[in-house]
């Protein structure tokens, strides 16, 4: 077996799962990332962009190169893109870093979305408060996560604040989405174009950072199932993905209606490193390696994955319950960040229940 | 979260194996090896002992000390323990070093063994078997693994052979037990004296070399279930163990019969990392770190590990089997080697068969 060198734009705890997942397959990891201690300090070589030459190092230290977020630079990745392929590919990785484009996208394929509007002005935001009615929501066309860079507006007297907290930036607007509950499909697609998706998983933010997510989805008809699985193999195909993609969905009455896609391993689907056969971890770096897809289904009749954010928490109370698994990512403690997650497993529904009320510390202390 | 420190005397397969299970409950690892270049390399520091004051360095950069062999030197292990806790300890080190002080410890406890005499010299030899009945066989009472360091004598024209071979070593004489199959059984104790019992193995050998452990084993009655849990619960606490414990047993008519015992995570214990709830690496882990121990059970109804051995063989064959999970040790190919190892699940022991069937080739090559 030859070792296989993946890069990784990015060190943080994405980086540090793959890295958990590949090592076993005799896979090797380079860190292309500034900071000198990070959640995947200890699993591989790292290159500080800043240093001399880390570039050129990087790109010939690797057989492959991935990367952690869709806000990676896509003058980087073309350039790496010359010498070593980059998976997901520039064109993921483009459509994922505009919200336009992206939405855009979605309904060429006939993948239902928000009504939307681009605003570039005060008057056009305005406009798109009548076309689209009150409530919209107003957010920037690029960058911006777990809530951040985005602004609710129920009247029009919200307008102002609105404009002035996002102004300079281009933005789309967006009718308001009538949904019950908010859920996420992940796949992967391997170099042959195979695809393996996983189970639908629902999810329960608080103050936009995902608190909850929960494998199966409780009485999701087989008609939405199927549409999960098809918009997100529309996707792959479309875009030529290699590796996993995420897209998030709304559950409204006549269908699933798409939010927004990640071209890469997702916080929703943390939950399959013990749950499924194997892992979108595992199934990521085997499709960007060209190595067969792994099975993504769920072992166990149901699952949960809680993230501990901001404050660690009693570790011991997780230890001792015999249906979990900690999963930390080397970092201290700070106001909402993500610090780590508990994967929490049960032969029903009650029994998983039952786990997430002893574990209930995780979910209140921040919320 | 305070972050653990531990320290690995080696820098081998279960030193990679107990970092994998340690790094999600951040603890940061140091290895103790000679080795530049070994399967713990990606996984946490490396401390060379030939290094100026590599030792003193090597115990000031953590907070507990573990090994990988049962052929770490005693000395050393003193050394260290006089600043910083190391576990197990000295007790079931030395227990475990030599085969003639082992099985008197097992007798004292009432734990069944073979018969055995002490060797010093040919005529000690000729003695031992007309005393124990030939077939016996004799081995070193300190090293040897896998196999070497022992000889078989079958008839008396074969002790001049088996004299010459071993000669020089303090030798153990033992008769010969009448077993149908070889078990395991592997336990974890924390620091506060909590047992965890793992599920007992079948294991097959081929030239001395593990090939194949399964889980459960078949057709075992409750009372040798019993004996095993019995057996690894009076050693634990009497050698106030702390870590895992591997008891290696032969199934005979009358009841279990110990053969030896191994203070460390065992190959035949390898399954349980997906197999467990918790496995043996993560519970080794959490008892020398304090933590509350996880639980051992099967999550499987069947478990199978096969032992990748001297040659790499076909990876994609295994990675495209949805009930096998692959896992390399980053090593290079040599004849016997253990270079890494595939764990098998099914609803069935039937299930589990078959995929061994689409494995055998791993099974196949190297005997």
Redesign the interface.
């Known amino acids: 077996?030859t070792?296989k060198r993946v890069g990784v734009i990015g060190a943080g705890q994405l980086g540090?799962m793959m890295?958990?997942a590949g090592?076993?397959?005799?896979i090797?990891?380079v860190f292309y990332d500034e900071a000198q201690q990070s959640p995947c300090s200890?699993?591989?070589?790292g290159i500080r962009p800043s240093a001399n030459n880390a570039l050129a190092q990087f790109i010939a230290s690797v057989d492959v190169v991935t990367y952690e977020s869709e806000n990676t630079s896509l003058e980087l990745v073309r350039k790496i893109n010359l010498q070593k392929p980059v998976y997901p590919g520039e064109l993921s990785l483009s459509k994922s870093q505009h919200r336009l484009t992206e939405k855009t996208e979605f309904n060429d394929l006939g993948i239902a979305t928000a009504q939307f509007l681009r605003v570039t002005s005060k008057d056009e935001l305005s406009y798109a408060c009548q076309q689209l009615g009150l409530p919209i929501v107003v957010k920037t066309t690029t960058e911006g996560y777990d809530g951040k860079g985005q602004a609710v507006i129920k009247t029009v007297a919200d307008i102002d604040a609105a404009w002035h907290a996002l102004a300079g930036n281009e933005l789309i607007a967006e009718s308001f989405v009538n949904f019950s509950r908010e859920l996420s499909v992940i796949a992967a697609r391997d170099v042959h174009g195979n695809i393996q998706v996983y189970p639908i998983a629902e999810n329960a933010h608080h103050e936009g950072i995902l608190r909850v997510s929960r494998v199966p989805v409780k009485d999701l008809c087989p008609a939405k199932e199927q549409q999960a699985k098809d918009f997100i193999s529309l996707l792959l195909n479309h875009l030529d993905h290699v590796g996993v993609l995420t897209l998030e969905l709304f559950d409204c009455e006549d269908g699933l209606v798409a939010n927004e896609m990640a071209p890469r391993v997702h916080n929703s689907g943390h939950w399959s490193i013990?749950g499924s056969?194997?892992s979108q971890f595992e199934n990521h770096v085997?499709a960007i390696c060209g190595?067969?897809l792994?099975?993504p289904q769920a072992?166990?009749a149901a699952s949960a994955m809680i993230n501990i954010i901001g404050k660690?928490g009693d570790?011991?109370c997780v230890?001792?319950n015999?249906?979990a698994?900690?999963?930390?990512y080397?970092k201290s403690e700070r106001p909402n960040r993500k610090l780590?997650h508990i994967n929490v497993f049960g032969d029903s529904e009650g029994e998983v229940d039952a786990s997430l009320e002893t574990l209930a510390a995780f979910i209140d202390e921040c919320g």
Chains 1, 2 share one sequence.
């Open positions: 077996m070792t540090r890295a958990l090592i076993p397959l005799d090797d990891f200890n699993l591989g070589t013990e056969y194997c085997r190595m067969p792994g099975n072992k166990q660690n570790r011991d230890l001792a015999a249906n698994h900690l999963h930390m080397g780590g």
